[in-house]
Nanobody, 123 residues
């Protein structure tokens, strides 16, 4: 069973930076898509960024140019570098995996989730 464990959440000031990490385990073949999602109370979970094993990345319009997703297969860790943080980036951030494809498909195709890590942006 693939297990995903997020870390690195916390408080950050507007305009500041924060890096989230997701330690992945329980698999031998890393050829699948991984992503970061976020969710605020009362809203649906939304895809933020995704990356496949070839390094092809996808970003939501709301974070493009500010966030960077990366994957280190040597230590099975997914990262999300958050720069120029905004109030609206405040959310619970989840790491996710789509084990059914080598490339990133739709946001709806992700079926493995971590427990989440909270990010709060304040002035």
């Amino acid at each position: 069973q693939v297990k995903l464990v997020e870390s690195g959440g916390g408080s950050v000031q507007t305009g500041g930076s924060l890096t989230l990490s997701c330690a992945a385990s329980g698999y031998t073949d890393s050829d699948f898509c991984m992503a970061w999602f976020r969710q605020t109370p009362g809203k649906e979970r939304e895809g933020v960024a995704a990356v496949d094993n070839r390094g092809i990345v996808h970003y939501a319009d709301s974070v493009r140019g500010r966030f960077t997703i990366s994957k280190d297969n040597t230590n099975n860790t997914l990262y999300l570098q958050m720069n120029s943080a905004k109030f609206e980036d405040t959310a619970m951030y989840y790491c996710a995996a789509d084990l059914g494809s080598s490339w990133c498909r739709r946001w709806e195709d992700f079926g493995r989730w971590g427990q989440g890590t909270q990010v709060t942006v304040s002035s």
